[in-house]
């Protein structure tokens, strides 16, 4: 059996724990501005409509779930308010998920948190903050992580 390293060596767990709580602290900030019923998982969706209306089925390929899993995510966001579900100019069968206003507001206030949190951490970084930032973009592009999240193909 091996001995875990040290937790001020283990990359894996420190970026975990990194993750969960700057999430944590976006989340709260999101509940703040007046969106407390969105979860972070509901980003995963969001982040797909953002260039226009998008189809039950193309949003189960994105996010690698069955499209049943993804009705039942829009039915809830549209109940709150982010998305709006209609049928398809082609197809009335096809239906086509779009953000609402309140989910256009939802992405600001997040971008709004995340930006405070990325401040925050910059600061405690102090000076050392640009080389530390390029040390994380080189891990993230070794891994491919970057290409995942630029290509949108991160899945909760």
């Known amino acids: 059996m091996t001995a875990p390293e040290p937790i001020a060596e283990d990359m894996v767990l420190l970026f975990a724990a990194l993750s969960a709580t700057t999430q944590a602290q976006v989340t709260a900030t999101i509940a703040q501005a007046g969106f407390g019923d969105l979860r972070p998982?509901?980003?995963?969706?969001?982040?797909?409509?953002?260039?226009?209306?998008?189809s039950i089925g193309e949003l189960a390929d994105k996010l690698g779930i069955t499209a049943q899993g993804v009705s039942k995510t829009v039915i809830e966001m549209e109940r709150k308010g982010y998305v709006t579900r209609t049928a398809s100019s082609g197809d009335q069968r096809r239906r086509l998920v779009e953000l609402t206003s309140r989910g256009w507001e939802a992405i600001y206030a997040s971008r709004?948190?995340?930006a405070e949190v990325n401040r925050q951490l910059r600061a405690s970084l102090g000076p050392g903050a640009p080389a530390f930032l390029d040390q994380i973009h080189h891990l993230a592009e070794a891994t491919g992580a970057v290409t995942l999240l630029t290509e949108r193909r991160l899945r909760p």
């Open 41 to 54: 998982s509901d980003g995963f969706l969001v982040q797909h409509l953002q260039h226009g209306p998008v």
């Open 112 to 114: 709004r948190a995340r």
